[in-house]
Each structure stands twice: as C-alpha cells, then as structure tokens.
C-alpha cells in the first residue's frame, strides 16, 4: 500500500510539472505577440520553405523574402524568385497584393492589414491557441551567428475561416501546429515552422477533410531583423507595370507549388467550372463610405451546378457580405458531383 501511495504521488507530481511547463510554454508564445506588437518599425529578410506532399508526392519549394513594417496598418511583403512572385502591400487598412505568373501581372485587394507580415511578425500567434508545450532549447543561425532559442511547440484549434499562409495568400487549413524558436532575450520569433493539413489550395479546389488531405510543412527563417528602421514612404508604394489588370481570383500559392499541379491559367481566368456569373450589387451606405474590396464566400456546388449553404468567411462589410451571399447564389456552375467551394466576390467602386 505505501508503494502505491508514492507511486501515486510521484504520477501527480509529473503531471503537475507537465501542467506547469505547458502554462510556460504558453505564456512563452504570448510574450512572442507582445514582443511583435511593441516594435513599432522593423524591416526583416530571410527564407521561407513551403513543402507539399499529396498522393505519395512531395513538392519542395524556397522563398527568399523581405519585409518592412512602421505601423500596424502601414507594411509590405515581397517574395522573389522564380516559382512564386509577389508583392502585398497594406496601407490605410487595406491590403494590395500584386502577382507575376507567367510573364502577366495581376493584382487584388482587400479589408485586412493583418495579413501582410508573417505569422512570426504578427502578433497574433496565440490566437487560438489550445495548447503549447516547452520543448527545451535549440541552437540557430541568425544574423551570421548561431543564437540558442526556447522552442515551443504549439496546437491551435480549427480554423473556422481562411489561413494567411503566407503574406497575400490564403487557405483553409486543418490540425494546425506550430514549432516557434523564441530568442529568450527580447521574445523575438527567429524560425517558425506550421504543420497542417490542406482543405482548400485555391479558389475552385474542393473543401474536404479527413485523413488524405495534403500535407503542408512551412518553415520560416529570419537572417536579419532590424528594429525601428528610418524606413522611407516610398518603401510602401508600388507602380505596377503596363499590363497589370485588377483580377478577381488571384493564383493560390499553394496550387502552384502543389505535387502534380495542373498548368498555370492565365491570371484572372477562374477555370472550366463556372459556367455563368454576374457582378455584386452595392448598397448606398457602401458607395457614400467608398468600400471597395473582396468578401470571401464557401458554398456547397449541388450536382445540379447551383451553390447552397454559403457562409462569409473573410467579412468586408455587414451590408456588402450579405450582398455576396446573394451574388454567390445566382452563379452557375458545371454540373457534376456535389462539390464545396470557396469563392471571392470583388467589389469595384464605379469610376467617376
């Protein structure tokens, strides 16, 4: 009997240093946001790597980046490269996003700034959070040194919305995780690496779960982080090239760096599967408030081509998104096999 008893007391007390270590590793993440939210400009470079594995195959891909920020509302997102190039600037609480493929620019817009840093820069890596356990230290490079990082691994629960995977790109994702190398001094986020299940790669791809969604594996690595740079005005602007047009449905990234990608449409082009569509109507208020932006709508495609059960997901305005939902309802699509969807309803304001 005193066997059991100490056996008993030693189980509680491995639980209870689990619990502390959990709440630790938890308050380690909050730190990271506050730390985010208390630099007030940086400008940052570094390498993102995006791995996607579906149907047995694997798709690896590298992302040199640069971002610069001097106010929650005011920053800018660049990826270089050859396989994905974009540019996401947020300004005055809208978003640009601008796209090469191809050889042909495109670009979008939207209503939310939060999207236009990486997570690791955000400060809003505990939203969400279900829990977080403290998995010691690791040593990385960083700035041409090697500097010894807390790591946390974090479980978030399902998103009910899209994903910002990356700055300008979004996705329905699932079993989301998180693996943050923290800098013990000033909470920076150094390296960061999701793990999630895909539901969605891109506008048209079918909304699924279960356990053959692909897999995606992204890991962010920062070579420099330079806090409250004299960063220029003319850093947040962009003058497009000649043949830029303003696109309803922007190339996922996802779909393009996916194993076994079908060959890129021309920007702009939303594929076979819609058959017929019609503009969004504006509301007054909207008009006299100037809104203009993109509400991102999921609906069921019956086997009859008609979409049902459409939810707004990514909100513009209350008037606006209602009107989304109705503009969502009069499209048609190919018939065929029931089918889930996400879609962006644009809406222009008139040219005066």
């Known amino acids: 009997m005193r066997v059991l008893v100490r056996l008993s007391a030693i189980g509680w007390a ?37 791995q996607i594995t579906a149907a047995g195959a694997s798709e690896m891909t590298e992302l040199p980046f640069r971002v610069s920020r001097r106010h929650p509302t005011e920053a ?43 997570a690791e820069l955000s400060g809003h890596l505990a939203d969400g959070l279900v829990s977080a356990i403290d998995s010691g230290y690791e040593r990385v490079e960083f700035e041409g040194r090697t500097v010894e990082c807390r790591v946390v691994r974090a479980k ?8 910002s995977v990356v700055p300008g790109s979004w996705a329905m994702l699932r079993n989301m995780v998180r693996t943050l190398w923290i800098e013990p001094t000033h909470k920076l986020v150094l390296r960061g690496r999701l793990e999630a299940r895909i539901a ?22 920062y070579s420099t982080v330079e806090n409250l740079p004299d960063l220029p005005a003319e850093e947040f602007s ?19 760096l996916s194993p076994g990608k079908p060959a890129p449409q021309p920007l702009g082009q939303p594929g076979s599967l819609l058959l017929y569509r ?16 993109v509400v991102t709508v ?13 939810r707004v997901i990514l909100s513009l305005d209350p008037e606006l998104d209602q009107k989304a939902i109705e503009c969502v309802g009069a499209w048609r699509f190919r018939p065929g096999a029931p089918t889930p969807a996400m879609i962006d309803v644009r809406f222009r304001l008139p040219r005066e």
């Open 156 to 163: 978030y629960q399902p998103a009910q919305g899209v994903v």
């Open 238 to 256: 962009y003058e497009p090239l000649q043949n830029f047009t303003i696109i309803d449905h922007p190339p996922s990234l996802l779909a393009t």
């Open 76 to 118: 800018r997102f660049e990826i270089e490269g050859d396989a994905f190039q974009m540019l996401t600037l947020c300004w005055n609480q809208r978003r640009y996003s601008y796209y090469l493929l191809e050889g042909e620019q495109g670009g979008n817009e939207g209503a939310t700034e939060q999207s236009c840093v990486p």
């Open 14 to 50: 491995l639980a209870s240093l689990r619990a502390v270590q959990d709440e630790t590793a938890a308050k380690l993440v909050g730190d990271a946001d506050a730390a985010a939210h208390q630099v007030a400009a940086l400008r940052a470079s570094g390498r993102m790597t995006v």
């Open 278 to 293: 019609r503009d969004p109507e504006y509301t007054p208020k909207a008009l006299a408030n100037r809104i203009q932006g």
């Open 298 to 310: 999921t609906a069921m495609v019956g086997a009859d081509g008609v979409p049902h059960e459409m």
């Open 200 to 221: 969605n790669p891109g506008v048209y791809a079918p909304i699924e779960d279960g356990p053959d969604l692909p897999v995606l594996v992204q890991t962010t690595a």
